[in-house]
């Protein structure tokens, strides 16, 4: 992360991911959704994400667990793991997590399942 300057941004944005299941799915910060099943995205150099929340919903009508986890570079750090979600319903991770350059976050699923996930965040770029 650089050092700010004066110049800059921070936007508020949003992403999401349809039909989440057991192979894992990183986050992208670049204004566009993710690939389901990719799991390379990082945060860029010169960026500061604020993940505000996450919201998972199941869609198929069968009870589901969730992980949710933060890369770091180096190692795997837990935020959610096997959270329950029950059939058609919906659960919200509403604690803020900061990733910087190099971080990942992570989606998953325990099993086979249809979850649709939808994340907000800020960016914070000092590179523009």
């Known amino acids: 992360m650089g050092i700010p300057t004066g ?3 921070e936007v508020l944005y949003s992403g999401s991911i349809e039909a ?4 894992g799915t990183s986050f992208r910060w670049d204004k566009t ?3 389901l099943g990719t799991s390379t995205y990082v945060v860029p150099a010169n960026h500061l994400i604020t993940l505000l929340n996450v919201i998972f919903c199941e869609v198929a009508g069968n009870a589901a667990q969730v992980y949710l986890w933060l890369y770091n570079g180096s190692s795997t750090i837990n935020i959610l793991r ?3 979600l029950p059939a058609k319903g ?3 991770f509403n604690d803020k997590i900061i990733a910087v350059p190099g971080n990942k976050i992570i989606v998953e699923t325990a ?4 979850v649709d996930v939808t994340y907000n965040f800020i960016d914070q770029n000092w590179e523009d």
């Open 20 to 23: 989440q299941s057991n192979t």
């Open 7 to 9: 110049t800059g941004s």
């Open 82 to 84: 096997e959270q329950d």
């Open 90 to 92: 919906t659960f919200v």
């Open 33 to 35: 959704n993710p690939t």
């Open 111 to 114: 099993g086979t399942a249809d």
